[in-house]
Nanobody, 121 residues
């Protein structure tokens, strides 16, 4: 069993930056692909970014490509999402998800409870 806890959300002005963190406990991320998703209330959950176990491979949604960077520190059981040039439409609850999945997967075994990012004008 893996417990994921997101942090780093908050209120930021458009054009600003935030770094989200996802901490794993209970079982290390060993061998797990980790992804970030986001959801606006009333909308479907949206894929944001994904990283493979070694951190050598990443993939991003077109809407965040060039603005967001995902990384991981397996020694610390941490995954990060650096967000820059934030836009109003980036406002959402951001979720971390993990599992023994291929990079192309959008279905994961473990999910965090989310952290809210609000981008203001």
């Amino acid at each position: 069993q893996v417990t994921l806890v997101e942090s780093g959300g908050g209120l930021v002005q458009a054009g600003g930056s935030l770094r989200l963190s996802c901490a794993a406990s209970g079982r290390a991320f060993v061998g797990y692909t980790v992804a970030w998703f986001r959801q606006v209330p009333g909308n479907e959950r949206e894929f944001v970014a994904v990283i493979n176990w070694t951190g050598a491979m990443t993939n991003y949604a077109d809407s965040v490509k060039g603005r967001f960077t995902m990384s991981r520190d397996n020694a610390k059981n941490m995954v990060y999402l650096e967000m820059s040039s934030l836009k109003l439409e980036d406002t959402a609850v951001y979720y971390c998800a993990a599992g023994p999945r291929p990079l192309s997967s959008r279905s994961y075994d473990y999910w965090g409870k989310g952290t809210l990012v609000t981008v203001s004008a």
